[in-house]
């Protein structure tokens, strides 16, 4: 159903480079320059699936867009600060509360089924079903 295109595509809009690059920790990260500009490094080796990517994606863009960044030095509390508003940036772009309702309406009524219409992950699509019914990202409570 979707495609990682128009992630590309508000990445090239606001000037986001998008570097292949090694990264087997974590998969993906990005990074601001003390000019201001972002730049995104993603290891397409280690992430194996489109759902991955598209995850891996939306959540760098999402850091990049809104401006949530930390340094190694941030409280714990702060990170999570802006982890979240990075994530919720991206569930916004990758599963549209209207285009969720439709797909619910449609027949998909479990994650698997709905993280496969939206190809994301389990995992995302679960934050994404607490975000829009519970307005947080406490998939621990729910799930």
């Known amino acids: ?21 090694r990264l087997p920790e974590t998969g993906s990260l990005c990074v601001q320059a003390e000019n201001g500009d972002c730049y995104i490094g993603i290891d397409d080796a280690l992430l194996e699936t489109e759902s991955d990517k598209r995850v891996h994606l939306g959540h760098e ?11 190694r030095y941030a409280a714990l509390d702060v990170r999570q600060k802006h982890e979240n508003r990075a994530n919720k940036w991206a569930i ?13 309406a449609d027949g998909c009524t479990d994650i698997f089924s709905l993280a496969e219409h939206f190809e994301v992950t389990e ?12 307005g947080n990202l406490a998939t621990d409570l729910y799930f």
């Open 1 to 21: 159903m979707n495609d990682s295109i128009f992630l590309y595509r508000i990445a090239d809009a606001e000037h986001i480079p998008i570097i292949p690059f």
């Open 61 to 71: 863009l999402g850091h990049c867009v809104t401006g949530s960044f930390y340094n």
């Open 92 to 104: 916004e772009k990758l599963v549209p509360e209207d285009k969720l309702d439709d797909a619910v």
């Open 123 to 134: 995992d995302f699509m679960r934050m994404a079903v607490c975000w829009y019914t519970h």
